[in-house]
Nanobody, 128 residues
Framework: VQLQAFGGGLVQAGGSLRLSCTASGRTRSTYHMAWFRQAPGREREFVAAILRNAISTYYADSMKGRFTVSRDNGKNAVFLQMNNLKPEDTAVYYC??????????????????????WGQGTQVTVSS
């Protein structure tokens, strides 16, 4: 499975961006999907996840109310709408896929070790 994330760019504080991630290759089934980000000198952190049912979603506390994750299973795509962006949101954003089909406790989906496939990342830069 190959994941490709795109849609990043340079935006002023308070602005919006919409990231997209498409899956290709051996997409035999629908995966649980997530977004993570990594800023320079910092560890990769969880942003949001959306399960294969396209209903259950999870967010990091600092993103709640500003970011919205969604998906289109027919197109093997997941999206991250980011509003009211802040300079501290500057990072490389990665999409990830979990090949397991089951449903697990909430904390499972915010852990990077859960995910088997990763995209190459897309840079988001928010200027003040």
């Amino acid at each position: 499975v190959q994941l490709q994330a795109f849609g990043g760019g340079l935006v002023q504080a308070g602005g919006s961006l919409r990231l997209s991630c498409t899956a290709s290759g051996r997409t035999r089934s629908t995966y649980h999907m997530a977004w993570f980000r990594q800023a320079p000198g910092r560890e990769r952190e969880f942003v949001a996840a959306i399960l294969r049912n396209a209903i259950s979603t999870y967010y990091a506390d600092s993103m709640k109310g500003r970011f919205t994750v969604s998906r289109d299973n027919g197109k093997n795509a997941v999206f991250l709408q980011m509003n009211n962006l802040k300079p501290e949101d500057t990072a490389v954003y990665y999409c990830a896929a979990d090949q397991r089909q089951g449903y697990y406790p909430d904390s499972y989906y915010s852990t990077s070790l859960t995910y088997d496939y990763w995209g190459q990342g897309t840079q988001v830069t928010v200027s003040s």
